[in-house]
């Protein structure tokens, strides 16, 4: 069994493990999608997962969100198995999830949005001021049905999620998904930003540019199984390859 | 002045009670996505455990009422959730809709089993009927005044609570997408949990405050239908909006009181007209209901399975059926011939349902309601001779069924721009108007130049058919006719199946969008297989009629045709055999268990309560089916065919199977034993045969993998070898190995075979 994280990155060494996928097999059905997938994610990271559509990048983040049990394998939080956890306990533990698409309900308004991040035991009026600081935008549409915004502040309201409940390790899945390029590099920065207030992100993302600037860890997933895994340079190079085939 | 103002209080409390009921209809609705049609049967199950502590046990009234509204309500409703409704969600909608109406079943029986519905029980109001006000010179009780202030508190309070409180805004949250409120650490099945025990105790305190509002009588079937008329109101704020359901509630209460209050004396219909407002405003609703959104995204995978058969396939079955028909006949003592084909008519009108329900996905309530079109049509029309010679003609037959075709697809029309939901509660509205307006159509009126009676003294006398040559006044004929028609048309419908209009049926079922963009008119699809069913519902309709002899307003109770529904479902309504399944267990066993208990109770005296006692547990019986539908969505039937699937590869069992069958039959047939031993020995018969095949030929009965499990069942497991025979050398030396001790050396010959069976599972094992 090899746990596939480089040892020769710099920061990695050091840093204990926040979240770890140990050999993991996870099935939609009877159709297995991730067939053994070794995956850690350390304190103060930034972990990349590329790779093209059907990948499994998005089934990784579900198991690793609680969403969806592994069949087979571990998944551990902070060092502890945490086997056949719900989505709901993983939350409340610390990791964060933005699911696919917008993680936003968007028939309640933006404020009603907010305090549904005061699940952890912050005040409702603590969550709100500090998302309305980050993107004070929101303030202006606090009353507003979240659905009728736009991508982009749908993005920032999903996010500041991330910024109000101080969570441990946050998983994104496709933030780029819909959004204008000038957008998305608002939101990394707003990730980068994070991950200098000690959290750790997993990433999973199709367009590998936008998110590799940030990373210090990058994966490339393909038929359900981390195909590579190095030093963002090296992945860039390698990319070209593994999209264009090979 | 003062007459309108009496008017306006009480169309305001029985709105205000309607208010009540609608919102915890909606509430569970938005939560969990499930539409509790046993919402008023919950109503009515409070009134009476209220009318037992406070009437029967002399609890003071606000120890009965908090007992009922704030323990037991909630508490069902948990009960409910955590039982039934968790498990509903991918399953169709048909599943969810015959899930909650076996609860209603099921609740409507338990309560007529506790509280006998011979005797008449009466609840007062809250603090008596004379405690008062008064109110610009009218009286309104203080139980009138509760209702009213109650629904206003619960208009303003719900308000409060799905914006300001946290387990509102989650309930609203759910909603949208249940899996981002997990991931926003809330759990999802708590927050529906606690909606379904609000919504159950709403449900409880409308039943209490309704019943001295309504007249005071506690009758089981009238207080759940009394709930049902608050659907229209759920339906006005589209199962989703709080404040619309009470507008529509309030307007509901006021325009039912008004109508009873200003109509001229010399209007007879108004009283009906009464009576079935609620379900015409239901259809209005319907009407002015905005289109839905098709969306191509939300089909989510069901658990239900249907396998097509083939033309070839049916008509093979039909001959069986016929035959086998054919066969009972010759044993069947003579009153059973009249069950017999009470369940084949029933059968005939759950069939209507396989192509609309089974292939189309779309849910008719109410197929009893189109059989009484097609009687009342029939019997206008198709009535030759007088007295024992009469007759009912082709005319009366084939004019029943487009008639009701036609009916059908007037019905359908408002909903045909919904889904299967909205069209049920249609089909159901159109139940009631048909049992409270048309069925009481008792005395003659001026219709289009002919004074004619619709329901002439509220009872049809409807002769059998006679078709040409073929005279059905004689009862075996009529069984073998029925048989016959109930095997064409269970082919036809096949047939249709295999055409291109039944695989078009199939694909709306399964994603209307994906059918729409494929170019097919849904509006169409959907009217015609509704009219084919609405026909065939009716024709059954008429056969049913002149096989009773005659029929009253107890023939099309909605009940009846709830149960129907729900049988068939439970039989597996995408197959003709499911039909059959349905209309057995309503025309046959029904009658015959009933029957029989009650023929029991009367020849053993001393055992009346116990035998009473089995024929209202045989009812709630066949309510926990249909609730056990969620476990086995696709049917009994399927089930029982694909346990006889494998049998194929087994002949020898088979064969043996029919030998057995052949040797009950003949055994009857001299008169060894009578009927009732034949149906049992048959039915335990049918359901043994896989079992004991399973056990004679486990070879070529089961799967590799379950062969391979069942041998490893067989083979005991190391810790109990040598318990009962002292150990083998090769066991010794597995002992050992699997122990980890040096083995102790085998005779030459079987360790070379041991050896080479391992290291032939080690090169298997190993990956390349």
Same mark, same amino acid.
């Given at each position: 069994?090899?746990?596939?994280?480089?040892?020769?990155?710099?920061t990695?060494?050091?840093?204990?493990?926040?979240l770890?996928?140990?050999d993991?097999?996870a099935?939609?059905?009877?159709?297995?999608?991730?067939?053994?997938?070794?995956?850690?994610?350390?304190?103060?990271?930034?972990?990349?997962?590329?790779?093209?559509?059907?990948?499994?990048? %998005?089934?990784?983040v579900k198991?690793?969100a609680g969403?969806?049990?592994?069949t087979?394998?571990?998944v551990r939080?902070?060092?502890?198995?945490?086997?056949?956890?719900a989505a709901?306990?993983?939350?409340?533990?610390?990791v964060?999830?933005?699911?696919?698409?917008?993680?936003?309900?968007?028939?309640l308004?933006?404020?009603?949005?907010?305090?549904?991040?005061?699940?952890t035991g912050?005040s409702?009026?603590?969550?709100?001021?500090?998302a309305?600081?980050?993107?004070?935008?929101?303030?202006?549409?606090?009353?507003?049905?979240?659905?009728?915004? %736009?991508?982009?502040?749908?993005?920032?309201?999903a996010?500041s999620?991330?910024?109000?409940?101080?969570?441990?390790?946050?998983?994104?899945?496709?933030? %780029?998904?819909?959004?204008?390029?000038?957008?998305?590099?608002?939101?990394?920065d707003?990730?980068a930003?994070?991950?200098?207030?000690g959290?750790?992100?997993?990433?999973?993302e199709?367009?590998?540019?936008?998110v590799?600037?940030?990373?210090?860890?990058?994966?490339?997933?393909?038929?359900?199984?981390?195909a590579?895994v190095?030093s963002?340079?090296?992945?860039?190079?390698?990319? %070209?390859?593994?999209?264009?085939?090979? | 002045?003062?007459?309108? #103002?009496t /008017?306006?209080?009480?169309?305001?409390?029985?709105?205000?009670?309607y208010?009540?009921a609608?919102?915890?209809?909606?509430?569970?609705?938005?939560?969990?996505?499930?539409f509790?049609?046993?919402?008023?049967?919950?109503?009515?199950?409070?009134?009476?455990?209220?009318?037992?502590?406070?009437?029967?046990?002399g609890?003071?009234?606000?120890? =009965?009422?908090?007992?009922?509204?704030?323990?037991?309500?909630?508490?069902?409703?948990?009960?409910?959730y955590?039982?039934?409704?968790?498990?509903?969600?991918? *399953?169709?909608?048909v599943?969810?809709?015959?899930?909650?109406?076996?609860?209603?079943?099921?609740?409507?029986?338990?309560?007529?089993?506790?509280?006998?519905?011979?005797q008449?029980?009466?609840?007062?109001?809250?603090f008596?009927?004379s405690?008062?006000i008064d109110?610009?010179g009218?009286?309104?009780?203080?139980?009138?005044?509760l209702?009213?202030?109650?629904?206003?508190?619960?208009?303003?309070?719900?308000?409060?609570?799905?914006t300001?409180t946290?387990l509102?805004?989650?309930?609203?949250?759910?909603?949208?997408?249940?899996d981002?409120?997990?991931?926003?650490?809330?759990n999802?099945?708590?927050?529906a949990?606690?909606?379904?025990?609000?919504g159950?105790g709403?449900a409880?305190?409308?039943?209490?405050?309704?019943?001295?509002v309504?007249?005071?009588?506690?009758?089981?079937?009238?207080?759940?239908?009394l709930?049902i008329?608050?659907?229209?109101?759920?339906m006005?704020?589209?199962?989703?909006s709080?404040?619309?359901?009470?507008?529509?509630?309030? !307007?509901?209460?006021l325009?039912?009181?008004?109508?009873?209050?200003?109509?001229?004396t010399?209007?007879?219909?108004?009283?009906?007209?009464?009576?079935?407002?609620?379900?015409v405003?239901?259809?209005?609703?319907?009407?002015?209901?905005?289109?839905?959104?098709?969306r191509?995204?939300?089909?989510?995978?069901?658990r239900?399975?249907a396998?097509?058969?083939?033309?070839?396939q !049916?008509?093979?079955?039909?001959?069986?059926?016929v035959?086998?028909m054919?066969?009972?006949l010759?044993?069947?003592s003579?009153?059973?011939?009249?069950?017999?084909?009470?369940?084949?008519?029933? !059968?005939?009108?759950a069939?209507?349902?396989?192509?609309?329900?089974?292939?189309?996905?779309e849910?008719?309530?109410?197929?009893?309601?189109?059989?009484?079109?097609?009687v009342?049509?029939?019997? $206008?029309t198709?009535?030759?001779?007088?007295?024992l010679?009469?007759? #009912?003609?082709?005319?009366?037959i *084939? =004019?029943?069924?487009?008639?009701t075709?036609?009916?059908?697809?007037l019905? =359908?029309?408002?909903?045909?721009?919904l889904?299967?939901?909205?069209?049920a509660?249609?089909?159901? !509205?159109?139940?009631?108007i048909?049992?409270?307006?048309?069925?009481?159509?008792?005395? @003659?009126?001026?219709?289009?130049?002919?004074?004619?009676?619709?329901?002439?003294a509220?009872? #049809?006398?409807?002769?059998?058919?006679?078709?040409?040559?073929?005279?059905?006044a004689?009862e075996?004929?009529? &069984?073998?006719?029925?048989?016959?028609?109930?095997?064409?048309?269970g082919?036809?419908?096949?047939a249709?199946?295999?055409?291109?209009?039944?695989?078009r049926l199939?694909?709306m079922?399964?994603?209307?969008?994906?059918t729409?963009?494929?170019?097919?008119s849904?509006?169409?699809?959907?009217?015609s297989?509704f009219?084919?069913?609405?026909?065939?519902a009716? &024709?059954?309709?008429? &056969?049913?009629? +002149?096989?009773a002899g005659?029929?009253?307003a107890?023939?099309?109770l909605i009940?009846?045709?709830? +149960?129907?529904?729900?049988?068939?479902?439970?039989?597996g309504?995408?197959?003709v055999?499911?039909?059959?399944?349905?209309?057995?267990?309503v025309? #046959?066993?029904?009658?015959?268990?009933?029957?029989?208990? +009650?023929?029991?109770?009367?020849? $053993?005296p001393?055992?009346?309560?116990?035998f009473?006692?089995?024929?209202?547990?045989?009812?709630?019986?066949?309510?926990?089916?249909?609730?056990?539908?969620n476990?086995?969505?696709?049917?009994v039937? $399927?089930?029982?065919?694909?346990s /006889?699937?494998?049998?194929?590869?087994?002949?020898?069992?088979?064969?043996?199977?029919?030998?057995?069958?052949?040797?009950?039959?003949?055994?009857? /047939? *001299?008169?060894v /034993?009578?009927?009732w031993?034949?149906?049992?020995?048959?039915?335990?018969?049918?359901l043994?045969?896989?079992i004991?095949?399973?056990i004679?030929?486990?070879?070529?009965?089961?799967?590799?993998?379950?062969?391979?499990?069942?041998?490893a069942?067989r083979?005991?497991?190391?810790? &109990?070898?040598?318990?009962?025979?002292?150990?083998?050398?090769?066991?010794?030396?597995?002992?050992?190995?699997l122990l980890?001790? @040096?083995?102790? @050396?085998?005779p030459?010959?079987?360790?070379?075979?041991?050896?080479?069976?391992?290291?032939?599972?080690?090169?298997? $094992?190993?990956?390349?």
């Amino acid at each position: 069994m090899t746990i596939t994280a480089p040892a020769a990155h710099a920061t990695a060494v050091v840093a204990p493990p926040i979240l770890e996928l140990i050999d993991v097999r996870a099935s939609y059905g009877p159709i297995e999608v991730l067939h053994g997938v070794d995956l850690i994610v350390r304190a103060g990271q930034v972990v990349a997962l590329l790779g093209p559509n059907g990948g499994g990048k %998005s089934t990784t983040v579900k198991v690793a969100a609680g969403l969806l049990p592994a069949t087979s394998g571990e998944v551990r939080y902070a060092g502890r198995p945490v086997e056949g956890i719900a989505a709901q306990d993983a939350a409340s533990l610390g990791v964060c999830t933005i699911p696919e698409g917008r993680g936003i309900f968007p028939n309640l308004s933006v404020r009603e949005n907010l305090w549904l991040a005061t699940g952890t035991g912050t005040s409702r009026a603590r969550v709100e001021e500090a998302a309305y600081r980050r993107f004070p935008i929101l303030a202006d549409r606090r009353n507003q049905l979240a659905g009728s915004m %736009s991508g982009g502040e749908q993005q920032m309201l999903a996010l500041s999620r991330a910024l109000t409940t101080d969570p441990a390790v946050l998983l994104l899945d496709e933030l %780029s998904m819909g959004l204008a390029p000038m957008i998305v590099s608002q939101m990394y920065d707003t990730v980068a930003q994070l991950v200098e207030e000690g959290i750790s992100v997993l990433v999973a993302e199709q367009f590998a540019r936008t998110v590799l600037p940030i990373a210090d860890v990058a994966a490339v997933m393909l038929h359900g199984r981390i195909a590579a895994v190095g030093s963002p340079a090296e992945i860039d190079a390698d990319l %070209s390859t593994t999209y264009l085939g090979g | 002045m003062d007459l309108f #103002l009496t /008017y306006t209080i009480l169309g305001l409390v029985l709105g205000s009670v309607y208010a009540i009921a609608a919102s915890g209809l909606v509430l569970t609705y938005t939560t969990s996505g499930i539409f509790n049609f046993a919402h008023g049967a919950q109503a009515m199950l409070a009134a009476f455990l209220y009318w037992q502590f406070k009437v029967a046990w002399g609890m003071p009234t606000l120890v =009965a009422f908090v007992l009922v509204v704030c323990v037991i309500g909630p508490l069902l409703g948990i009960v409910l959730y955590n039982v039934l409704m968790k498990g509903l969600r991918d *399953v169709e909608e048909v599943t969810k809709v015959v899930v909650t109406v076996a609860v209603l079943l099921g609740m409507v029986a338990l309560s007529q089993w506790i509280w006998d519905p011979t005797q008449a029980r009466k609840m007062d109001m809250l603090f008596g009927s004379s405690t008062s006000i008064d109110v610009f010179g009218v009286v309104v009780r203080y139980h009138e005044l509760l209702c009213v202030v109650s629904a206003i508190a619960l208009a303003v309070a719900l308000r409060l609570v799905f914006t300001r409180t946290r387990l509102g805004v989650t309930m609203r949250a759910v909603v949208d997408d249940p899996d981002l409120l997990r991931l926003n650490g809330y759990n999802p099945e708590r927050i529906a949990m606690s909606s379904w025990a609000l919504g159950s105790g709403l449900a409880a305190f409308a039943g209490v405050l309704v019943t001295p509002v309504a007249g005071g009588s506690l009758e089981a079937n009238t207080l759940t239908l009394l709930v049902i008329d608050t659907f229209a109101a759920a339906m006005f704020g589209r199962l989703r909006s709080i404040p619309r359901t009470f507008a529509c509630a309030i !307007a509901l209460g006021l325009v039912v009181t008004y109508a009873g209050g200003y109509a001229p004396t010399q209007w007879d219909w108004v009283s009906n007209f009464k009576a079935a407002l609620p379900m015409v405003v239901l259809f209005l609703v319907l009407l002015v209901l905005p289109q839905d959104r098709l969306r191509g995204t939300s089909q989510t995978r069901t658990r239900e399975r249907a396998r097509v058969p083939s033309v070839r396939q !049916a008509a093979v079955w039909g001959l069986a059926f016929v035959a086998i028909m054919y066969l009972i006949l010759q044993v069947a003592s003579p009153i059973m011939v009249g069950p017999l084909i009470a369940a084949l008519v029933f !059968a005939v009108i759950a069939l209507s349902l396989v192509p609309l329900t089974g292939y189309a996905g779309e849910i008719n309530l109410a197929p009893l309601s189109f059989g009484a079109i097609g009687v009342i049509v029939a019997f $206008h029309t198709g009535i030759v001779g007088t007295g024992l010679a009469a007759r #009912l003609n082709w005319v009366g037959i *084939v =004019a029943g069924t487009i008639v009701t075709a036609l009916v059908g697809g007037l019905v =359908a029309l408002p909903a045909l721009r919904l889904r299967g939901l909205y069209l049920a509660l249609g089909t159901m !509205a159109f139940g009631g108007i048909v049992s409270t307006l048309v069925i009481k159509e008792i005395q @003659p009126r001026h219709w289009f130049g002919l004074d004619i009676a619709l329901f002439p003294a509220g009872i #049809l006398v409807v002769p059998p058919p006679k078709i040409g040559p073929l005279d059905m006044a004689k009862e075996s004929t009529f &069984l073998m006719t029925l048989a016959v028609l109930f095997a064409v048309l269970g082919i036809g419908i096949v047939a249709l199946r295999n055409t291109g209009y039944g695989r078009r049926l199939a694909a709306m079922k399964d994603s209307p969008a994906a059918t729409a963009m494929l170019g097919q008119s849904l509006v169409k699809l959907k009217l015609s297989v509704f009219m084919l069913s609405a026909g065939i519902a009716g &024709l059954g309709g008429i &056969l049913m009629a +002149s096989t009773a002899g005659s029929v009253s307003a107890e023939n099309f109770l909605i009940v009846v045709s709830l +149960s129907l529904v729900m049988l068939t479902v439970v039989g597996g309504v995408s197959h003709v055999s499911g039909a059959l399944f349905g209309g057995v267990m309503v025309g #046959l066993v029904f009658t015959l268990i009933s029957g029989t208990f +009650s023929g029991l109770a009367i020849e $053993h005296p001393e055992f009346e309560s116990l035998f009473g006692s089995f024929a209202h547990l045989f009812a709630i019986a066949v309510a926990l089916m249909g609730i056990g539908v969620n476990q086995n969505p696709t049917g009994v039937v $399927h089930q029982i065919c694909e346990s /006889y699937r494998p049998l194929r590869n087994a002949r020898p069992v088979l064969y043996a199977g029919g030998a057995v069958a052949a040797g009950v039959y003949v055994l009857n /047939y *001299v008169g060894v /034993y009578g009927d009732w031993w034949l149906a049992i020995l048959m039915f335990c018969g049918v359901l043994l045969l896989p079992i004991v095949g399973r056990i004679w030929m486990p070879e070529r009965m089961m799967t590799p993998a379950e062969l391979a499990e069942h041998e490893a069942r067989r083979t005991p497991p190391p810790e &109990l070898m040598g318990l009962d025979q002292p150990l083998s050398d090769t066991e010794r030396f597995e002992l050992d190995l699997l122990l980890g001790l @040096p083995p102790r @050396p085998l005779p030459l010959q079987e360790f070379a075979e041991e050896l080479e069976q391992l290291t032939g599972k080690d090169e298997v $094992h190993a990956p390349a």
